[in-house]
């Protein structure tokens, strides 16, 4: 089935642990995103790639690293979590950076203790 | 600064009308969306509006005013399965999407 995954579904984790958040998509598109979603908040952009090989930084990318080694995959790394990063973690992807529709995973929740 | 303004929450009845706003200020503007988002899941795409005026789409339709900075989502004939988180986001002039908080619609029998 077409569309875009993304593993674990939740985590809680302990501040200061490295931790890896993995999306997949099989729609051969080639941009993709990593946003949050925290309560009372608007999604916010993390980091985001509109090509495999290359990636940029959004509004919040403190904390945070990817890499898009291929089309398929999109990971994001936390590399000493804390607790502000707790939150709801949404891969998206769409054909282009100029298309109009985004494509969103089903989310990641991660809780930092 | 970059902003994107609508209503916490709103309450509507089923079988009505309802109209969500959203106002805006960013660096630049590359189309407005509106955006579905049931409690629990992912948002999902309703709409795209980039010149003035009203996108009809079955019970939903948009509406955008580039010189007010101003839209609507108008949601008609509702349905409990319409109670959900509508979401307002803006393209820049850099093409990433600058999201409002949502409105979290509320259908009552």
């Known amino acids: 089935i077409a569309g875009i995954t993304q593993a674990p579904t939740s985590q809680i984790l302990a501040a200061g642990r490295r931790m890896t958040l993995r999306c997949t998509q099989d729609m051969r598109h080639n941009a993709m995103y990593w946003y949050r979603q925290d309560l009372g908040l608007g999604l916010r952009l993390i980091h985001y790639s509109n090509t495999a090989g290359t990636t940029g930084k959004g509004e919040v990318p403190d904390g945070y690293s990817v890499s898009r080694a291929n089309t398929d995959d999109f990971p994001l790394t936390l590399a000493s979590a804390v607790p502000s990063q707790t939150s709801v973690y949404f891969c998206?992807?769409?054909?282009?950076?100029?298309?109009?529709?985004?494509?969103f995973g089903p989310g990641t929740r991660l809780t930092v203790l | 600064g970059q902003n994107i303004d609508q209503p916490t929450e709103m309450t509507a009845t089923e079988g009505a009308i309802v109209q969500i706003n959203c106002t805006y200020q960013?660096?630049?503007?590359?189309?407005l969306f509106w955006y579905q988002q049931h409690a629990g899941e992912a948002p999902t795409f309703l709409s795209y509006?980039?010149l003035d005026g009203l996108e009809e789409k079955g019970r939903f339709s948009s509406f955008l005013s580039r010189s007010k900075g101003y839209s609507y989502l108008l949601l008609k004939e509702l349905q409990m399965k319409d109670s959900a988180s509508y979401l307002c986001?803006?393209?820049?002039?850099?093409?990433?999407?600058?999201w409002g908080a949502g409105t979290k619609l509320i259908i009552k029998p």
């Open positions: 998206a992807s769409s054909p282009g950076e100029s298309y109009n529709e985004q494509f």
């Open positions: 986001a803006v393209r820049d002039s850099n093409y990433q999407l600058i």
């Open positions: 509006n980039v």
């Open positions: 960013t660096s630049g503007f590359n189309g």
